[in-house]
């Protein structure tokens, strides 16, 4: 059995580039959404701010945080694959450093090619 579980935020990208990954090597696959529309603030790590869109629709500004508490905290290592550097991965690097006391390595990448040959040598190094 594959001791390898990718977590997933579920949005378009590097996300759907891990979950592919995950279909090939036969790993299991966690995802956590965002909840763009749970305006409730019970449970919840960040504050609810809610905003609306250029469509007109409204939105919790920080739901995307809400599921980076999830990811991280559910994570042994945070392996942050990336193109550029963004609030989202410094939030994440935030919560694995300052709250969840995990391990984090940031890995650049500029083409899917070169994604999938990073994480192919992750699982050969056994990081995981």
């Known amino acids: 059995m594959n001791k390898i579980n990718i977590i997933s935020g579920g949005a378009n990208g590097v996300d759907k580039f891990a979950e592919e990954f995950t279909e090939e090597v036969k790993c299991k696959l966690t995802v956590y959404k965002a909840d763009w529309e749970d305006f409730s603030e019970e449970g919840k790590r960040e504050k609810v701010i809610i905003k609306t869109n250029q469509y007109g629709k409204e939105y919790n500004v920080n739901a995307g945080k809400e599921r980076n508490h999830l990811i991280v905290r559910d994570c042994d290592i945070l392996i942050v694959f990336m193109k550029e550097f963004s609030t989202g991965i410094s939030h ?18 500029d083409k899917y090619e070169n994604f999938l040959y990073t994480l192919k040598d992750i699982r050969e190094e056994n990081w995981v």
């Open 92 to 109: 994440d690097i935030y919560l694995a450093k300052t709250i969840y006391n995990k391990s984090v390595y940031l890995l650049q990448f």
